[in-house]
């Protein structure tokens, strides 16, 4: 979820140390598991130590390499039988593959906080062992899939920075030669990364207008690329242009962070050579149109957001 994870950005932690293994660390004994935050917070300090920030044990976890799994690029569920038959770039093992762990970090209001867990139990299923995955429970919470490990040297105190709703749609810029590194990444859009073309704006959204009745409908329309912030969190990249003389698309991209972006979906409009113009509205979060003929019947298309991170482009 966007709220809980928000977009990528770099945050600066200084020096600790972390225990390799879950408490009591180790390898000849199980993990303790089966406690609440305040009772692992306790046997840490009775070991001259204390429970480790959730932006502590994500770095453990990821690894020099920042990789987004504990056993790399991939989820290996193999090391979710054995703990110390997997480590973390950093020599940590176990991060994220058999346990939930507690961290001293917390979520939400005074009246309503949470705990933060890191991790996932070995039933979960493959995304949920990322090393960025934030699972908030109650405080008091116990059972068999809940660890925790033990981080020594002042505590950072860094936090991961609570999600803020932002403009719905604002301009932004990209060149064809941007825009057809990003499209080669993906074998839904290889295909359209040569002889790129923007459409030219405004000029061409007022095309796209006058090409039907001319009732706009109260939407702001456009053909520059627009950053949509439907839910706090979440950012995506809309782009129209064309490939070639006669192919049209709508792409989206989800923002990761400064300069890196993943596909999230894509529409082709073959033999259809523009101009296609956005229409958006910032009061409305969820949703916005294409078009290449505003008000044509089976000449609009929609744009919509479907939690928990999902970009959906459709032609009804």
Same mark, same amino acid.
């Given at each position: 979820m966007p709220e809980l994870e928000p977009r990528r950005q770099s945050i600066e932690l200084g020096p600790f140390q972390i225990d390799r293994l879950p408490y009591p660390n180790d390898p000849a004994l199980p993990p303790k598991t089966n406690v609440t935050r305040e009772e692992a917070l306790r046997l840490c300090a009775e070991r001259g130590a204390r429970l480790c920030t959730e932006l502590e044990w994500e770095r453990a976890c990821k690894g020099p390499g920042s990789d987004e799994y504990s056993t790399g690029a991939r989820y290996e569920a193999s090391c979710a039988e054995a703990l110390s038959s997997c480590a973390s770039g950093f020599d940590a093992l176990a991060l994220g593959t058999a346990l939930y762990e507690w961290t001293s970090s917390e979520?939400?209001?005074?009246?309503?906080? #949470? %705990?933060?867990?890191? !991790? %996932?139990? #070995?039933?979960?299923? $493959?995304? %949920?062992?990322?090393?960025? %995955?934030?699972?908030?429970?109650?405080l008091t919470t116990h059972n068999a899939d809940i660890g925790f490990r033990c981080c020594a040297g002042a505590p950072n105190a860094a936090i991961v920075p609570t999600a803020q709703l932002e403009v719905t749609f604002k301009k932004t810029r990209i060149s064809p030669d941007e825009l057809s590194k990003l499209l080669t990444q993906s074998p839904e859009t290889a295909s359209l990364a040569k002889n790129i073309t923007f459409f030219k704006d405004p000029d061409s959204a007022e095309t796209v207008i006058s090409r039907g009745p001319g009732d706009r409908k109260g939407f702001t =329309? $456009?053909?520059?690329p627009l950053l949509w912030n439907p839910v706090a !969190?979440?950012?995506?990249?809309? &782009? @129209?242009?064309?490939? $070639?003389?006669?192919?049209? =698309? +709508? +792409?989206?991209?989800? &923002?990761? !962070?400064? !300069? #890196?972006y993943r596909l999230a979906s894509s529409f082709i409009l073959k033999n259809e050579p523009g101009p296609v113009a956005f229409a958006y509205d910032n009061g409305l979060r969820p949703r916005l149109h294409f @078009?290449?003929?505003?008000g044509c019947p089976g000449e609009t298309g929609k744009i919509l957001f479907r939690k928990p991170e999902r970009a959906v482009i459709l032609q009804p």
């Open positions: 979520i939400g209001t005074e009246s309503s906080r #949470k %705990a933060l867990l890191r !991790g %996932a139990p #070995k039933r979960a299923e $493959g995304t %949920a062992h990322r090393c960025a %995955a934030r699972t908030p429970t109650d =329309f $456009g053909t520059a !969190g979440a950012e995506l990249l809309l &782009v @129209s242009a064309r490939s $070639g003389e006669n192919t049209s =698309f +709508v +792409v989206a991209f989800h &923002v990761l !962070g400064e !300069g #890196k @078009s290449s003929c505003w």
